[in-house]
């Protein structure tokens, strides 16, 4: 089974702070994603990568970037934490041509205070 | 832009009858249709799929039907077991290396 490792699963971080979230996924698969999850608003996406040194925006970037150097490794970094980035964050990982089954991680319950 | 959407954000449904839950899209582009079950405290897992060329797919309890003039999926569960208890996400993709979009989520809740 496809095993998708999410460093932490609760942090506290404070306003201002540099915050890193990971993940680790141990298929080998090509495509990774990170996505938060808010109540009423679903599953909404971050940043993907499809290889290393590779990312594209999703749908909600901003205050976000993003770090692939190894393809097992999909890194999450807020550059300067907002309370609005309170949230859950979920990791993902699927195949090239299976990009659309996506394998999730446990989640990160992030809260910024 | 809401995209995928969920409009019942709960449901509840006696054991062993049918659970039926509804996923509207706008994008007349998308191609592929998921459905994925989160537990609390867990991430989503995959439940069933549906392309676009299809109107119906089932796997077991579980079977998706696909109107796509309509631009409307359900997911029908017969018989709904107290384990089906959990948050059900409607997703799309218009295929290839094209992100999935997740639709906000209906809670189901299945009472023995």
């Known amino acids: 089974d496809v095993k998708v490792t999410q460093s932490s699963r609760y942090l506290v971080k404070r306003t201002g702070e540099k915050v890193f979230l990971e993940c680790v996924q141990d298929?080998?698969?090509?495509?990774m994603f990170w996505y938060r999850q808010d109540p009423g608003l679903g599953l909404r996406l971050i940043y993907f990568?499809?290889?290393?040194?590779?990312?594209e925006k999703g749908d909600i970037p901003e205050g976000y970037s993003v770090s692939r150097e190894k393809k097992e490794r999909f890194s999450l970094i807020l550059e300067s934490a907002s309370t609005n980035q309170t949230s859950m964050y979920l990791c993902?990982?699927?195949?090239?041509?299976?990009?659309?089954?996506?394998?999730f991680g446990s989640g990160t319950q992030l809260s910024v205070l | 832009d809401q995209q995928v959407k969920q409009n019942s954000p709960s449901l509840s449904v006696q054991e062993g009858r049918i659970s039926i839950l509804n996923c509207d899209y706008t994008?007349?582009?998308?191609?592929?249709f998921l459905w994925y079950k989160k537990y609390p405290a867990e991430g989503p897992t995959f439940l069933i799929s549906?392309?676009?060329?299809?109107d119906k797919n089932e796997d077991g309890r579980f079977t998706v039907f696909l109107n796509k003039s309509a631009k409307h999926l359900s997911l029908h569960i017969v018989p709904s077991q107290p384990g089906d208890s959990a948050v059900y996400f409607c997703?799309?993709?218009?295929?290839?290396?094209?992100?999935?979009?997740f639709g906000t989520g209906t809670k189901l809740q299945v009472i023995p």
């Open positions: 993902a990982s699927s195949k090239r041509q299976g990009l659309e089954k996506l394998f």
């Open positions: 298929m080998d698969h090509e495509n």
């Open positions: 990568s499809y290889d290393v040194k590779m990312k």
């Open positions: 994008n007349s582009m998308f191609d592929y």
């Open positions: 549906i392309s676009s060329i299809k």
């Open positions: 997703a799309a993709s218009s295929g290839g290396y094209q992100k999935v979009t």
